[in-house]
């Protein structure tokens, strides 16, 4: 039996307007750098059983500074969701001869199907801000030439499983 645990806690979440208040650079919607300001006694996070995770940033906890100036929220003051996740492994030997061996094996790749959620959207200026809209896998990247791996094979992707057999001589 072999077994691999990967726990993470939940990675920060930079909360930026969306805007671009900056003439003549595109700095607009995810790509923005422009912070709000933070509404002092507005839960950060509210809780919501129709989204992923069951909770969602809180746009009323937000306003957007005026004129090309930094509002007093601080860089990644916020964090998303944790990860965990549980791969297992069961293989067994058959001795066939002096020098064959047969391998037989069974992986089960996030064991109990624990949901991991990727960031949250983190721009106020989209209809999806404070939701988390990918599985954790997924927005690791695609593979192929966008990089990262198939969603699959990712941490935090869904349960899966693979058998083999494996000829040793």
Same mark, same amino acid.
């Given at each position: 039996?072999?077994?691999?645990?990967?726990?993470?806690?939940?990675?920060?979440? @930079?909360?930026?307007?969306? !805007? @671009?208040?900056?003439?003549?650079?595109?700095?607009?919607? *995810?790509?923005?750098?422009?912070?709000?300001?933070?509404?002092?006694?507005?839960?950060?996070?509210?809780?919501?059983?129709?989204?992923?995770?069951?909770?969602?940033? @809180?746009?009323?906890?937000?306003?957007?500074?005026?004129?090309?100036?930094?509002? @007093? !929220?601080?860089?990644?003051?916020?964090?998303?969701?944790?990860?965990?996740?549980?791969?297992?492994?069961?293989?067994?030997?058959?001795? !066939?001869?002096?020098?064959?061996?047969?391998?037989?094996? *069974?992986?089960?790749?996030?064991?109990?199907?624990?949901?991991?959620?990727?960031?949250?959207?983190?721009?106020?200026?989209?209809?999806?801000?404070?939701?988390?809209?990918?599985? !954790?896998?997924?927005?690791?990247?695609?593979?192929?030439?966008?990089?990262?791996?198939?969603?699959?094979?990712?941490?935090?992707?869904?349960?899966?499983?693979?058998?083999?057999?494996?000829?040793?001589?």
């Amino acid at each position: 039996m072999d077994s691999i645990v990967y726990a993470r806690s939940a990675p920060p979440v @930079n909360v930026v307007t969306g !805007l @671009n208040s900056f003439p003549g650079v595109s700095l607009s919607g *995810a790509s923005s750098v422009q912070r709000p300001n933070l509404v002092s006694g507005v839960p950060l996070w509210i809780a919501n059983p129709n989204v992923a995770g069951g909770k969602r940033i @809180n746009k009323a906890a937000f306003t957007t500074p005026t004129g090309a100036v930094q509002g @007093n !929220l601080g860089r990644n003051a916020l964090r998303g969701f944790d990860a965990v996740n549980v791969d297992f492994a069961l293989r067994r030997q058959f001795k !066939l001869r002096e020098r064959l061996r047969l391998q037989a094996r *069974a992986d089960l790749f996030n064991l109990f199907n624990h949901p991991n959620f990727g960031s949250s959207v983190n721009y106020m200026s989209s209809p999806l801000f404070g939701q988390s809209t990918q599985m !954790l896998g997924t927005s690791l990247g695609s593979g192929g030439p966008n990089g990262g791996l198939n969603p699959l094979y990712q941490v935090g992707g869904p349960r899966s499983a693979q058998l083999s057999l494996k000829l040793i001589f």
